[in-house]
């Protein structure tokens, strides 16, 4: 039987002949299964017949640039229909909206989901020669590995309150830091505010109940915001280390545009926490979140007297030779300034490694992975992750599959994966209960070496974490405007093209 035909009246919305239109689909032979979720549902109608199952309004004029408050969802499901962008690109992005809609909870118990999922990344990083974010997002969609409930955290994040760049921080009681805290300092290019208010602070202890306390700032990668990088893994570090109190940066367009100005929000969260609790703070960073940090500790030299211990996840010291994730990595929509600007020859990696760069300034905790899929060589004395010390502050560079070869912590983890992998936690929990770096000689790896994720994550964690590739797609084809090369390095730090200058220190 066939259904009613909907008149339409201007008072008529798209979404109430929504139901008409999927039962239509239904009944022409293709079918959306009963026991598929609201947003599974949304997905599939996504690809087929979006913006009408999405319930969200026609523009007269289609852009293929989506507002700031569209979902995850939102963002594929246009790049899947929008002829201006790369065909490549709207065809992958219809394969990962239909797989994230078929895809079921792991039906395994307690370790063996661990374990299973562990097993099916491992597959999907072995089965390729080579991959871009694409192919990386696409194979974690259909893997299984994003199951609804992960997919639901996922598809709010940039309206989520974690990753808002506008948060209410009060005023110091005393000291300046801006516009400088030391006439050594680079000047900064952002207004006070807008630097303050990236500052995330779940918790803060103020006065006589910050005594114990110990502040930790949070530097996300790029593409992917503070909140939703850290929700499931460093955003649990107080179940390991109760003292913590943990704050973000949330980087305005997710630490995609130039790095150069990034370091800034850096600085500035460094300088600010530091003299709101009266005591020095600790840093973990992620991926390009290294990058900043270094910047920011060589161009404001205040932060140095700030920073307790420095500990970078999968950071990319020497940029990465893995061009095809850097730039370019789509022919046709160009890139951003933060991916060029982190390829192996960049000049903004020169630069920052000039007369001293290359050298931690603070202790220093690195952690990476052989099996890094972004960031590229990550293993030899070569490795992007190392830092070198010269000043002799105190260096600990911790290769996983070094420390823990052929046991289960130095198995196969990613780029994202060192963010959950045991040794990591256990090295940061060393560096932040300890004087200087992180140090594989006072950790139990007969223990830790056995186990595949920390005691303090579980599965969701695991699964919530692999998915943020899809969180960086999303930011990435969101980003504008893109551009055909790198930014020119910032007057304060250029002599001349990729050249350092010696600041004053």
Not at 357 to 362: F, I, L, N, R, T
Not at 380 to 393: E, F, K, N, T
């Amino acid at each position: 039987m066939r259904p009613r035909p909907v008149k339409k009246n201007r008072n008529t919305s798209w979404c109430q002949i929504r139901g008409t239109l999927v039962l239509a689909i239904s009944v022409s032979g293709f079918s959306l299964p009963g026991r598929l979720s609201a947003l599974a549902r949304r997905l599939l109608c996504g690809v087929f017949l979006s913006p009408v199952c999405l319930c969200i309004s026609v523009p007269q004029q289609p852009s293929p640039v989506p507002d700031s408050d569209h979902d995850l969802v939102s963002v594929l499901s246009n790049a899947a229909k929008d002829p201006m962008v790369n065909k490549k690109v709207s065809s992958v992005a219809a394969g990962i909206i239909s797989g994230l809609a078929t895809n079921e909870k792991l039906q395994q118990p307690g370790d063996e989901q661990v374990q299973l999922a562990l097993k099916r990344i491992e597959a999907l990083f072995t089965k390729k020669s080579s991959s871009t974010m694409l192919d990386f997002a696409n194979d974690i969609a259909a893997s299984g590995l994003v199951t609804p409930k992960i997919l639901t955290v996922l598809n709010g994040y940039p309206n989520a309150k974690i990753n808002s760049a506008h948060n209410l921080n009060p005023d110091l009681k005393s000291g300046s830091i801006y516009p400088s805290k030391a006439t050594e300092d680079a000047p900064y290019s952002i207004p006070e505010a807008a630097l303050r208010e990236a500052i995330y602070m779940p918790s803060f202890s103020q006065g006589e109940n910050s005594s114990g306390r110990k502040p930790v700032i949070l530097v996300p990668g790029t593409a992917a915001p503070a909140g939703t990088s850290f929700y499931y893994n460093f955003g649990k570090l107080g179940n390991a280390i109760p003292e913590v109190d943990l704050a973000w940066v949330n980087i305005p367009q997710a630490s995609l545009g130039d790095v150069q100005v990034t370091a800034e929000y850096i600085a500035y969260s460094i300088n600010y926490i530091s003299s709101l609790y009266q005591s020095k703070v600790n840093i973990i960073s992620w991926s390009q979140g290294g990058l900043n940090t270094q910047w920011a500790l060589k161009y404001w030299p205040s932060t140095r007297g700030s920073v307790e211990d420095f500990i970078a996840i999968s950071p990319d010291f020497r940029g990465t030779v893995e061009a095809r994730l850097v730039c370019p990595w789509l022919a046709g929509i160009m890139c951003t300034p933060a991916l060029w600007q982190q390829g192996w020859d960049a000049k903004f990696v020169r630069t920052l490694r000039a007369l001293g760069g290359e050298s931690a300034y603070v202790h220093t905790t690195t952690i990476y992975s052989s099996f890094d899929e972004v960031v590229q060589p990550m293993d030899g004395d070569q490795a992007s992750a190392i830092l070198q010390d010269a000043r002799g502050v105190g260096v600990s560079n911790n290769h996983l599959q070094s420390i823990c070869a052929h046991k289960p912590a130095g198995g196969l983890y990613t780029h994202k994966g060192v963010l959950y992998n045991p040794l990591a936690w256990a090295l940061i929990i060393d560096a932040l209960t300890h004087d200087g770096p992180g140090n594989p000689s006072r950790v139990n790896v007969t223990t830790v070496c056995q186990q595949s994720i920390p005691p303090q994550l579980g599965l969701d964690d695991l699964l919530g974490t692999e998915g943020l590739v899809l969180v960086a797609l999303s930011e990435t084809l969101r980003y504008r405007p893109k551009t055909f090369a790198e930014p020119e390095i910032i007057g304060y730090a250029a002599s001349a093209p990729g050249v350092g200058v010696k600041y004053r220190t």
